[in-house]
């Protein structure tokens, strides 16, 4: 082996799925490196949505194994190693294995340890100096611009120095009154908090995947499922609980859409626009990358190969009429019957392995959004929240055929229900633990409800600046907020006496301060002055939400480590 000393030191600090891919690309790039690993918990790969910090047994996953980037190893591939007991634990019947199915989040996050470990001894084997450190909780980073290098403290408060840091920390729930209130949780993770016996109504703050998690776990601990003489999956509530009800309250009034067939399943249409594209049109348009031309060229447009059909019916539609138009049908017939209908076509679109090809291009699209996001003026930042991603949230939750039965199941058994709340919903929490929900209804009539339990289900919220915990970073000004520049000063002026998140320049620019921090295209941080750190990246969802709308996911994981690997080996 090498000396440690001819190697370039990198630190990857989260040993979850984005620390995965990170440390696969970093393997992989033929590079003389010394990599680190720190994971304060003490398993690798499952990050929080599949580990117990994120998943019972009873929760799955979203995807199945032919829409995830390749690894080491597949999954089938891998479950042929398990033990019986392992395998019969989670139903998995390794001769019947189908790459198109669902798996449950456990024991997905038990593959992705594998890998990681098995990436490890493939390190080893390279002669790369590879350590990885569990139950390793770094509580800082500070930069040493003079030294080039970048040291972390650990909460065991060693410092060690390198020459380049990727932030990989993944998600973070900030505590309201969850541990001061009995009956509020400010997510539903860890869900095992959530294995209650309970008598009364819940309330469930969103209609998210992130619900439905919520959903899954308070059903089992309330009754049980089975299937009646036609196989439909049916729920038999406790007796014992006469008043166990829960309750989603949703802005959209809308349940996730239902997964179904995906013809890229890796989100790599070769025909959607390239970054030189992309950059042609900023030289064309004052910098900026216009919304609109991203909706034309890596939506629309795609229609006319795709579904021409679909294409006659919406080529005269600007974004905010295409999501109108999408909406009001959506609109027009109740949750749980579309749900009920979008089950059958998802169905159909399984069995036929054919797509739903708006929904998939939609998909598409989210994605492709994070490259440009960072060049969008505010003007378009803000119409994308307001108009398009409240329709993409939905569409692209890809919610499984076995929530969606298990969903339908309680509501006919009149255990589950939903209701639309206006934009301006708040929550009351009384001494005597009582918890006050006040919102408007879809006819603007002002309601006050009181719950016994609350969870708040509305997904990962996106952190800002001072939420970030490493606070050296912070105090040395080496990041800072992520923010937009008004295409229109008369717009700017506008609206900034009346918002906060809108700021003035001493040059008369006004800007949108958005969620998140400052990073360039290759996930590195970058100062007030528009200056990155060559030294320290980030993949953290929770704080680069601002210029990367659509952040979740494996396939987030593959784009920002291939940013990166590419950037450190140029460096």
Known sequence: MRKATQF??????GGGPSGLFMYKRLIESNQELSITVFEKKKVLGVGMPYGDEGAN???ITNVSENEIPTLVTSIEEWSKTLAPEILNKFNIDIANFNSYKVLPR?????????????????????GLNSLIC??????????????????IKLSNETILKFDHV?????????????????GYFDSPYPPAKLAKSLNHSIAIRGSSLTAIDAIRTLARSNGNYSRDKNGDLIFNKDENKPFFKMIMHSRSGLLPAVRFHLEDSHL????????DEIALHRIQNDGFVSLDYIFDKNFKSQFITKDLDFYHKIKELNLEGF??????QRAQISPFQLLKAEYKEAEKSIKRHQSVYWKELLGSLSFTLNYPAKYFSAEDMMRLKKELMPLISIIIAYLPQGSCEELLALYEAGVLDLITVGEDSKIEVHENGEITYYYKDENEKNIKTNYQTFINCVGQPHLNLMDFPFKSLIEDQTLSTAKLKFKSINCGEKLHSNNDDILKTENGDYYLKIS????????????????????????????????????????????????????????
């Open 516 to 571: 998140g921090i400052g990073i360039n295209d290759d996930y590195q941080v970058v100062d007030n002055y528009g200056s990155y750190n060559e030294r320290i990246y980030i993949m953290a969802v929770p704080y680069i939400g601002g210029y990367n709308p659509d952040y979740s996911g494996l396939d987030f994981c593959e784009q920002a480590s291939t940013r990166i690997i590419n950037s450190l080996v140029r460096i």
């Open 323 to 328: 999501v109108a138009l999408m909406m009001e």
């Open 57 to 59: 047994l009873e929760h």
């Open 106 to 126: 456990l024991f997905f996050g038990a593959y992705l340890e594998a890998q990681f470990l098995l990436l490890q001894d493939k390190a080893n084997d390279l």
């Open 8 to 13: 370039k030191r990198i630190a990857i600090i």
């Open 134 to 151: 569990l139950e390793s909780e770094v509580i800082d980073v500070m930069d040493q611009p003079k030294n080039k290098e970048t040291w």
């Open 166 to 182: 990727i932030i990989c920390s993944g998600h973070n729930w900030p505590k309201t009154y969850e541990g001061m209130v009995d």
């Open 268 to 275: 790599k249409n070769e025909e959607l626009l390239t970054e």
